[in-house]
């Protein structure tokens, strides 16, 4: 906002207080007087609003992140028993000497592998 002395409606009218207002006895100055202070009435509403919602937002973003967390900590806990059940399935598929038995045939009671 511009610097009241600047301004051109800063010369219509005097005040001695602030919210005060001398009215002259123009009806011109007194309107241009009545919407000034209008118009600072709905900036600063505007104003307001914009900060209601930057909190607004700060908090909904807030929740999401804290419910998204909870969210992927849960599947985590629950994928994890499968996640070790496929790294034993992996290390024993890669433990030379099994793979060494498979190959050879060495348990008797084991079908042969198809390669």
Known sequence: MK????SYLFNAYQTDTPGHLLVNDDPATALSQGLHYQVEDWVALEL???QML???VNLVSTYVAEDSRQ???AVKETLLP????AGQILLRA???TQVEW?????WEHQEPAVH
């Open 3 to 6: 610097n009241q002395s600047s």
């Open 48 to 50: 307001t609003a914009e």
């Open 54 to 56: 930057g909190d607004e």
């Open 71 to 73: 969210f992927w900590d």
């Open 82 to 85: 499968y996640e070790l059940a």
């Open 94 to 96: 890669a433990d030379p």
């Open 102 to 106: 498979l190959n050879n045939h060495w």
